[in-house]
């Protein structure tokens, strides 16, 4: 039996990269029993501060979970099943947006990727839809970048 190529470890520049080209990634939380709890979410990769933001309502057992134990990480698949990044750190929860256009909602609101976001009574609606929502932002710190990618031919 004949050994394949063995997964090539992606560059930090390389995972930035990756992280930057996705928009759903697997979120993982710990359970209280020790056991993951992982959820598909849209998430916003900042590079320079190394912040991955996810937008999530304040009833969420993800959000009671990171309360309790904020270390978490995010899986996001790459162009092909052979790679992935990898964004471990420490998570922190905003406060709930309460107002329309306090601060929590103006995070949030610049998560929207510029050409998709509301703009004018749209976006005052969209402020408010969010208030009702009682939306948060959940920041994870990554303090690690991991991943691979493995290069097959055929």
């Not at 993951?36 to 999530?56: C, G, K, Q």
């Not at 698949?77 to 306090?102: I, M, Q, R």
């Amino acid at each position: 039996m004949t050994q394949g190529p063995a997964p090539r470890p992606l560059s930090d520049e390389a995972l930035s990269e990756l992280l930057s080209s996705q928009q759903f990634g697997t979120l993982a939380t710990n359970k209280s029993s020790g056991h993951p709890h992982l959820t598909t979410m849209l998430y916003s990769w900042d590079a320079e501060a190394r912040i991955v933001r996810f937008s999530t309502t304040a009833d969420r057992v993800k959000v009671k979970q990171l309360r309790r134990d904020p270390r978490a990480a995010v899986h996001v698949p790459g162009g092909d099943v052979w790679s992935f990044a990898v964004a471990e750190g420490e998570a922190e929860v905003s406060e709930v947006t309460t107002t329309p256009g306090d601060a929590t909602g103006r995070e949030l609101l610049a998560m929207i990727p510029e050409a998709a976001r509301p703009e004018g009574e749209d976006e005052d609606a969209f402020l408010e839809q969010l208030v009702a929502e009682r939306r948060v932002v959940i920041r994870l710190k990554v303090s690690r970048l991991y991943g691979t990618a493995l290069d097959v031919n055929g």
